[in-house]
């Protein structure tokens, strides 16, 4: 028996530790997630500081957080990404106009 | 051969600079290079005609305009501005007050730079500013009593050529230099500024609509849109544009619109208002 029982435990022990990992990447994900939201949300106010927010930014924060509420951390981190490289270029785009409406004036 | 090579940089960079120099604001520079522009992209376009938008641009469309002229669309929100514009508020005083000539054919001098308050005051803040100062709650820039109220104002001054003054005050260059940047600047997920479309496209069609040209492009205001169903002020547009663009607007009156109002308003100096207006 005692030696059945050896011979069982790693087994046992297979779904508990899944469940213990499972727990964990939902932990985790969940992390991620306020990670990733924290880094878009960011960016986002820095483009709002320069007075250039884009739509499609705020519909994929709102999309991260509706998502995130679901506990569906896949798609919330996805939107959160998507949000923060949007809201990136929308920095990049109010740097790089700073000198380059010049460009379009009439003269 | 050092000493040369240096006395050489030093001279090109002097040279240079007076350059730079010239690069500085100079609106009335900007305002007949801005003038030119259009009358000889648009030969054909008499001078006050760019005052009626795409209607100077498109035949088809002038002639439907000038159909629907008969029985203008804008007609029911001009008796409402009217009839706001008269009633008086809870302290007795009116709109008629707050503005010079009793507010009767004063839009041609909105905007105007303040000099006390080193701001932009577009005739839509001024009318607020009026109503505060008697004690009524500010109304939406973007509302229809907003709208009646200045295309009142704007119907009595149909005819008048637009004639926005810049002081000399570094504060109102200020202004009317960002107005200018706000003007030109690409913004938004579609990477469009105002320009791009009112200044490169012109009658070109975006959709069912015929483009702007910039010049003259507020002389209109406030307009009738179908697309709205409704009457909207400068700020509506200015918001809305932001929108198509797939930029998130600022707030209605911001100080980069006022200050884009008044350098679009000060580069169409000379021409008539023509509004309210109407445009599909």
Known sequence: MRILSRAWMPLCCVPLAFLTSGAALAASSDADFRSAYARADAAEKEAGRLRNQWIATEAALTEARAAAEKQDFEAAIAAAKEAEALAKASIFQATNEKDAWKNLEIR | MRFWLITLAVLALSVAHP????????????????????????????????????????????????????????????ETGKELFAKPFANGKHY???????????????????????????????????RETNGEKAISYTGDDMAALTAYMAFTSRGKPFDIKIPNDPRALEAYENGKRYFYTRRGQLNFSCATCHVQNPGERLRAEVLAPALGILNALPIYRSEWGGMGTTSRRFVSCNSQVRGVPLEPQAEEYRDLEYFLSYVSNGLPISGPGSRP
């Open chain 2, 96 to 130: 008629a007050d707050c503005f010079p000539e009793q507010g009767i054919g004063v839009r041609q001098n909105y905007p105007r730079f303040d000099e006390k308050t080193g701001q932009v005051i577009t005739l839509e803040l001024a009318l607020n500013l009026c």
């Open chain 2, 19 to 78: 350059a730079h120099a010239a690069d500085g604001i100079d609106p009335a520079a900007d305002a007949r290079a801005f003038r030119n522009y259009f009358v000889e992209k648009f030969p054909n376009v008499k001078l006050d005609d760019f005052a009626n938008g795409p209607y100077s641009l498109n035949e088809d469309m002038r002639r439907q305009w000038e159909e629907k002229e008969q029985f203008p669309p804008y007609e029911f929100s001009l």
